[in-house]
C-alpha cells in the first residue's frame, strides 16, 4: 500500500521523514541552542545550525503536518497568534491593502488593526457569510484575505472556492486559519486558499499544556517568504512543545471523532432547551452554514456556540457558579469541557448579525467526558439561573 492510499488516521500515525535510523517509536527530544560540528567546514555548510531552526522532532513534525493539510512546505511558530501574524506578514507589505473576516479570532483581528497600521497596512474587515461584500471592498492595491472558517464564537463559513476564484485573476493571496477544522475535516489549501495556519495549541496538542503554531502552504515562493518572515522575526518553537504537538498529532483522528460525536449530541440537546434561542453549529441543518460546511467540510468537533433568550438578572452569574464541570476558561481543544461568556469580547462590524441577538452568547467546549455528566452540569447550571 503506498501512503497516498492510507486512511488519514493511517498516515497520522506512519508519518516520518525518513531520516531517521530508528530505535524508538518517537523521535529523540534534543533540549538544544547549540549544535556541534566536527569541523569548521560543518559550521556554515550543514544545516540545522543552531537550535532555533528546529531539530529532529521539529522536522518529523513538519513532515507530518504537511501530510495533513496537504502541504509541501510547513513553518512552526510558538503559538498560533505568532503563526496567524507570519502568514499575513509574508503576504502583504507596506501600501498594501489586506480584508479579513469580521469573525477572526480576537488577537489575530487586533494584529490585522493595530500592528499591520504600524507597518503601514491598511486592514479592513469583511462580512464572511458575503462574498459580494468582499468583492466590493477589493482594491487594486489589496494584497491578501484573511479567513477563518469557521470563524472564532460566532461559527460563519466563508465561501472559501468563490473567493478563490474571485482572488486567483487578481493575484491576492489567500490565508485560511484552519484551527477548527485541524486539517482533518478541512482542507483549506486543496479549496485554493495559498496558505493554511492552525494553532497546534488548540485539538494537535489535545490536552491544555503547550502552545503551538504552524503555517502551510504548497507554493514554494510563498514558502521562501514565510521563512525569510520567520528568520527576521526570530521566530521558532521549544522542542518540548514541538515534541507535545507532535504526541498529540498521533491520536488527533481518535480525539476529533469523540469530541465531535458529543459536540453533536450536546448541540442538538442545547437546542432543545427553552432557555436557548439558537445554536450555532455549522453541522447542524438549521444553521445558515450548513450547505457550505457540507460542501467544504467532511466532520466538525465539540466548540460552538449558543446565544441565550434574555436571561434574568443575575442568571449568568448564578449559571456559571452552579457549573462543577464546565470549567470557565480560554483556549480549547483539550480532553475538558469549557464554557466561555463571549459578549465582553466580541467585536464586529456596524450592521453585523450579532447586533440582533436575543441574549448572551456563550461558546461551550464538549471535551471527552460523557455525555450524560455534562447535561446533568448544565440541567443544574440552567436551573440556578431561572431560579
Ligand atoms: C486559539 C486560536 C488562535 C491562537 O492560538 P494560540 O496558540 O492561543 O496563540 C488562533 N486562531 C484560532 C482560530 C484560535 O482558536
Redesign the pocket.
Known amino acids: 500500500m503506498t501512503d497516498d492510499e492510507a486512511a488519514p488516521e493511517t498516515r497520522l500515525i506512519h508519518t516520518r521523514t525518513g531520516r531517521l535510523d530508528r530505535v524508538t517509536v518517537n523521535p529523540p527530544l534534543e533540549r538544544a541552542s547549540t549544535v556541534l560540528f566536527r569541523d569548521e567546514a560543518g559550521l556554515y555548510g550543514a544545516k540545522p545550525t543552531y537550535g532555533r531552526m528546529g531539530l529532529t522532532v521539529h522536522r518529523e513534525l513538519e513532515a507530518a503536518m504537511g501530510e495533513l493539510e496537504g502541504a509541501a512546505h510547513t513553518r512552526l511558530a510558538s ?4 503563526a ?1 501574524a507570519l502568514a499575513i506578514a509574508a503576504c502583504v507589505s507596506s501600501g498594501g491593502h489586506l480584508l479579513f473576516t469580521d469573525s477572526a ?1 480576537g ?2 483581528a487586533r494584529f490585522c488593526e493595530r500592528r499591520l497600521k504600524a507597518m503601514g497596512i491598511e486592514a479592513e474587515r469583511f462580512d464572511p457569510r458575503d462574498t459580494a461584500d468582499l468583492e466590493r471592498r477589493l482594491r487594486p492595491e489589496t494584497q491578501a484575505i484573511f479567513l ?1 472558517s469557521p470563524g ?1 464564537l460566532t461559527f460563519e463559513i466563508a465561501d472559501l472556492p468563490a473567493i478563490a476564484a474571485i482572488c486567483k485573476a487578481r493575484r491576492i493571496r489567500i490565508i485560511c ?1 484552519n ?2 477544522g485541524a486539517g482533518l475535516h478541512h482542507q483549506p489549501l486543496a479549496l485554493g486558499a495559498d496558505i493554511s495556519v492552525q ?4 485539538y494537535v496538542v489535545g490536552h491544555a499544556d503547550a ?3 504552524a503555517v502551510m502552504t504548497r507554493n514554494g515562493g510563498l514558502a521562501a517568504k514565510i521563512a525569510a518572515v520567520s528568520e527576521d522575526w526570530g521566530i521558532g518553537l521549544a522542542p518540548d512543545d514541538a515534541y507535545l504537538a507532535l504526541r498529540g498529532l498521533r491520536t488527533l483522528h481518535t480525539r476529533l471523532k469523540a469530541h465531535e460525536a458529543a459536540g453533536l449530541e450536546m448541540a442538538q440537546w442545547l437546542s432543545a432547551r427553552p432557555e436557548v434561542a439558537d445554536v450555532l453549529h455549522p453541522a447542524l441543518p438549521t444553521s445558515p452554514d450548513h450547505a457550505l460546511w457540507t460542501r467544504d467540510f467532511t466532520g466538525s468537533n465539540g466548540l460552538f456556540g449558543v446565544v441565550l433568550k434574555p436571561v434574568p438578572e443575575g442568571g449568568m452569574e448564578r449559571f456559571f457558579e452552579a457549573l462543577s464541570l464546565f470549567g470557565l476558561g480560554f ?2 481543544g483539550g480532553f475538558e469541557s469549557l464554557v466561555i461568556p463571549c459578549d465582553q469580547q466580541l467585536t464586529r462590524m456596524k450592521g453585523s448579525w450579532t447586533e440582533q441577538r436575543s441574549g448572551p452568547l456563550l461558546r461551550f467546549h464538549i471535551g471527552l467526558e460523557a455525555v450524560r455528566d455534562l447535561k446533568a452540569d448544565l440541567d443544574t447550571a440552567f436551573a440556578a439561573m431561572s431560579a
Open positions: 503559538n498560533g497568534l505568532q496567524c479570532y488577537p489575530t477563518e472564532s486559519d484551527t477548527w494553532a497546534l495549541t488548540k502552545f503551538a503554531g483556549s480549547w
